[in-house]
């Protein structure tokens, strides 16, 4: 009997992952491939079957079988494949039936609008264009917030969705130590700068580059059965379904920022890859969270693909490749160069140290617009102060400061300390690699 | 109130449409993109959502609707959009609500074997190997049958499906007037044959086949803004949604056969791209019938890619492309080349006049199939002494034989007969454009 529920809950979110499996390839398609003007009727099919997704998992169905698989749950281990199937799903059942589908219609819908007019407020550096968006999407969030049970903060609901079980207080605890040494440790390095890296600015064949980028991540585990890899304006890593990992990169004609970044997507892709096909078509298939998902994508693009002994190994590829730009580049050098801190103003080009300080600041900003205690008309001036006291400089624009992103456009707030997270998790992971194998930097 | 129950209708169709929009994706991917390790994955999103697409429209619900519906249908004009609407939802339900879905699952599940068993067999010229699966089909298309009121002929309710409305004595007079002169034709110009055409064998480079093919549909109406065109083994168009035309192309690296087949993919294509878009997300958003879909592709490809006119003024172009093979060709005698007719094993590759007389073949053997008089056993043979009988030629092996098409092992049956309509609906179609045009070669 209890079996037969098991198996009947465990058919009812295969259905669940397919339909999230058609999402998925909906909207990889939408930004990979789709000519433009497909753009409206790909809107409906996605609203409908992700609305479809929805119901059919919070569904009287569902509730009545994790009711009847409690027994099931308590009886085996903690980590069996049992257990742990219905205690995951049991949490997002509640976590999902405690929002009206109403909200979360409006909340989709909101994000869409937000999206596409934060493209033309970023390009002409206009808050003033996308602060009603933000007010909405701030407005249904607080909605949001209130289906849940009083927490601890306001801002734990929300990051409760990309970091699950995390709490606000841990994740300011963990970035208090790096607010604590970073600043100072950018300031040093800042002062005794003699790094040379405008050899990384230049022109940058694109289809070099993408030969170049294919080279690597075969050499790291991309085959042609499993993977593919295709240019986009926004890089992103997405899976449609269990063998198909699809990587996204964007590709620059002058520089090579693409390297890293199809290492980076490569450690996202490589991570749901790993997953056990035995749980396919069940809820423990992918990842288990933001941060540790950004811990893979940036152990293989910072701590593999910015050492020394790679670019030992790869960079006489590279150089072949670039003689005109590199030929007189020494490995060190260029190692030196993909290395080079600066402060700067946007978040994605940033190096590994500064990185993480454009983090916390949207922490910080994303809890005091949460708690009331930031207006949205006063938000352009608190980033640009922010800036200042945190890396250094003066940002010129809204181009460059507050718009540079789209989270907060998409009604993505709490998703930001996941990267940091994810830095901070990379670094341990390597540390505990280096001491279970031994120096990997001579391995490689 | 009725006003009222065909918005719900028609939202309730718009669902349905959305989930045949999301299932037209997942196979175009699987078939262009997916890397092949996401099948098992692609099989079941597209199982789930075919199913809930069916579930959606097979309902209740639907069955109520309709039933308020027939007033505004009755008091609507014929060719309304409302008395239109409710006329092909009715017929489009009471089709379906006569098969049973396990039925419908397992004609799916068995057309998904058969395709797979298909390659190999073919491959290796190996009948018997595919010979359970056809059994298995045709064994489920015979349940197919007997769910629907006995017809005139039981192949009625196949054709159906692909022509609606259409009965087999009107499919079988038409092939009646071309079996009669079509025989004598091809052996009169096979006694005169002096048409050099060997020229178009040779070494064509795939990147320019692929540019030239593009500049063609460009000049037909192709823009980037609304299609896609992309290489594939097996060349279809789909349609994933309004405004979003994707084409396939076959490019082979020792003939021209890609242009030709990208002109008749271009015709299918501006057929839905026709289609105003007010009827999107509902079962009048497609074309009518597979043989008007096919005059529409039949007719760029043969009545313009193949016409005088079109090369007079597209030759200089693909001669300066391949200067090494067409250089001392001209364009009468590429024109005459194009038009080649001679007898040959397969379908597809086949001249404008020996091509029904493959289909006419098929549509036989098909009706003695279904009818009961003829068994699988005998097909290679009965196939084979067809070939002689209307072609004159000698079937060399089943993989040029009877193994050459997939529709059968995909449990299409009834299929093959709108290709010829589609010739002879496309000769109709432009003899009335000459009378109401003028003479188009002049205005090329």
């Not at 718009?403 to 994810?422: E, I, K, N, R, V």
Request: hydrophobic share 40%; proline share 4%.
């Amino acid at each position: 009997m209890t079996a037969n529920a098991f198996e009947r809950l465990k058919e009812r979110l295969a259905e669940v992952a397919d339909l999230k499996n058609a999402a998925t390839l909906l909207a990889w398609d939408e930004r990979v491939m789709m000519p433009p003007a497909g753009a409206a009727a790909r809107a409906d099919a996605l609203a409908t079957v992700g609305r479809l997704a929805q119901e059919r998992f919070v569904s009287t169905d569902v509730e009545r079988l994790l009711d009847e698989l409690r027994g099931l749950e308590e009886t085996s281990a903690y980590d069996s494949f049992e257990a742990s199937l219905i205690r995951v799903t049991r949490r997002d059942f509640q976590k999902a039936s405690r929002v009206p589908p109403e909200l979360v219609g409006e909340l989709r819908r909101a994000a869409i609008l937000g999206l596409s007019a934060w493209g033309p407020a970023k390009a002409e550096s206009n808050f003033e264009a996308l602060r009603p968006s933000l007010e909405k999407n701030l407005e249904l969030l607080q909605r949001y917030i209130e289906c849940f049970d009083k927490p601890e903060e306001r801002y734990d609901v929300l990051l409760d969705n990309y970091e699950p079980g995390m709490k606000t207080a841990e994740v300011r605890e963990t970035f208090a130590g790096l607010k604590e040494e970073l600043p100072s440790l950018i300031r040093a390095i800042g002062e005794g700068d003699d790094v040379d890296a405008s050899f990384l600015s230049g022109e940058f064949d694109i289809d070099r580059q993408r030969e170049l980028s294919l080279e690597i991540v075969r050499r790291f585990g991309y085959t042609d059965e499993e993977w593919t890899l295709h240019p986009t304006p926004h890089a992103f890593m997405s899976t449609p379904g269990a063998g198909d990992i699809r990587l996204t990169t964007t590709f620059r004609p002058d520089d090579l920022s693409s390297l890293f970044g199809t290492m980076h997507e490569f450690g996202h892709g490589v991570y749901e890859w790993g997953v056990d096909r035995s749980l396919a078509r069940t809820p423990l298939g992918t990842g288990v969270s933001l941060g540790v998902h950004e811990s893979q994508s940036r152990l293989w693009e910072n701590l593999v693909g910015r050492s020394r002994s790679f670019w030992r190994f790869f960079y006489p590829r590279l150089q072949q490749t670039f003689v005109r730009q590199l030929g007189a580049i020494d490995d060190e050098t260029f190692y030196r160069a993909v290395n080079k801190v600066r402060p700067s103003f946007i978040r994605i080009d940033a190096d590994e140290v500064t990185y993480n300080m454009h983090v916390i600041l949207r922490f910080e900003v994303e809890q005091e617009l949460i708690d009331g205690r930031l207006s949205l008309a006063d938000l352009p001036a608190a980033w640009n102060a922010h800036m200042e006291e945190y890396l250094g400089v003066e940002v010129p624009d809204d181009t460059r400061g507050v718009l540079q992103d789209m989270h907060w456009a998409g009604g993505s707030f709490g998703y930001f300390p996941t990267y940091s997270l994810g830095n901070v998790i990379s670094v341990q992971i390597w540390d505990r690699l280096q001491e279970d194998l031994g120096d990997l930097d001579e391995r490689f």
